[in-house]
């Protein structure tokens, strides 16, 4: 199952889902609701992945900006099927 890209891009869209839940709530004045503090410590946790993610995936062409929006974004379900070659570097 985690070889068929169908199964990372459903991870990401459920992770872009919960940050477009986070920023309807945040805009409508409910900084404090679980799904935006849930979605701030993802994206720190994706912040301290990025210099493991460029260790992992030193081998590929991609560019390093690439390779630090794709993990900020998604983290590991970026870069673990980049570093396969399911996505592209």
């Known amino acids: 199952m985690s070889e068929k890209k169908a199964f990372w891009q459903f991870n990401n869209m459920a992770l872009l889902a919960i940050y ?8 409508s004045g409910q900084g404090g609701h679980l799904i935006v503090l849930l979605a701030g410590l993802i994206l720190a946790a994706h912040v301290l ?3 493991y993610a ?5 081998d590929k062409d991609g560019s390093r900006l690439r390779q630090a929006a794709g993990t900020l974004l998604f983290g590991f379900t970026w870069w673990l099927p980049a570093k396969k070659g399911i996505y592209g570097a």
């Open 20 to 27: 477009a839940a986070a920023l309807v709530l945040l805009l």
């Open 49 to 51: 992945e990025i210099p």
């Open 54 to 58: 460029w260790y992992v995936l030193r």
